[in-house]
T-cell receptor, first 114, second 110 residues
Framework: DTGVSQDPRHKITKRGQNVTFRCDPISEHNRLYWYRQTLGQGPEFLTY????????KSRLLSDRFSAERPKGSFSTLEIQRTEQGDSAMYLC????????????FGQGTRLTVV | EDQVTQSPEALRLQEGESSSLNCSYT??????LFWYRQDPGKGPEFLFTLYSAGEEKEKERLKATLTKKESFLHITAPKPEDSATYLCAVMPGTASKLTFGTGTRLQVML
């Protein structure tokens, strides 16, 4: 068990470009979350998968954001036409569907839009 | 809507000076209250889950307690390596997502 893995760790992109982030959850975890965190704030929920099904999306999530989890394994988060306000840490977390509710986080992807 | 408020925003302690961090919450049917530690530039690291009022959990110099409206994270005789941001989060009984507070930034000085 190597924990939740996120790639890349850092991404600098120009405004208007598209970016994609990857998350590999803990292998036996069927629930996967994406959160966004800005400086001085706690993580903010974006979206949630159970296996390959996307069960919930934040009302705050722009149409420019899309997430997938093909075959219920890794997940990708894509941001189209990036804006400076998208600059943040994007965190992925996973948890088991059996019993214990705690989620385990990856190290995050730091996005800077210039 | 679920809400989590943490206080103080920042806390500076001398090594060995014990203190407590507060997490006040409102949630529709608590499934769990969680404490995480976050170092700069890293993802949150899980510390504790508390499920019901009166429950306590301990790990090294940290002890978490829970009432129906708030949770405390007690830090006993802290060391500089305890310096981090401590995040509190709740999960309601009707959903699977976590709602976080803004955290308490703890600095422990030598």
């Amino acid at each position: 068990d190597t924990g939740v893995s996120q790639d890349p760790r850092h991404k600098i992109t120009k405004r208007g470009q598209n970016v994609t982030f990857r998350c590999d959850p803990i292998s036996e975890h069927n629930r996967l979350y994406w959160y966004r965190q800005t400086l001085g704030q706690g993580p903010e929920f974006l979206t949630y998968f159970q296996n390959e099904a996307q069960l919930e999306k934040s009302r705050l999530l722009s149409d420019r954001f899309s997430a997938e989890r093909p075959k219920g394994s890794f997940s990708t988060l894509e941001i189209q036409r990036t804006e400076q306000g998208d600059s943040a840490m994007y965190l992925c977390a996973s948890r088991s569907g059996q019993g214990r509710p705690e989620a385990f986080f990856g190290q995050g992807t730091r996005l800077t839009v210039v | 809507e679920d809400q989590v408020t943490q206080s103080p925003e920042a806390l500076r302690l001398q090594e060995g000076e014990s203190s407590s961090l507060n997490c006040s919450y409102t949630v529709s049917g608590l499934r769990g209250l969680f404490w995480y530690r976050q170092d700069p530039g890293k993802g949150p690291e899980f510390l504790f889950t508390l499920y019901s009022a009166g429950e306590e959990k301990e790990k090294e110099r940290l002890k978490a307690t829970l009432t129906k409206k708030e949770s405390f994270l007690h830090i006993t005789a802290p060391k500089p390596e305890d310096s981090a941001t401590y995040l509190c989060a709740v999960m309601p009984g009707t959903a699977s997502k976590l709602t976080f507070g803004t955290g308490t930034r703890l600095q422990v000085m030598l």
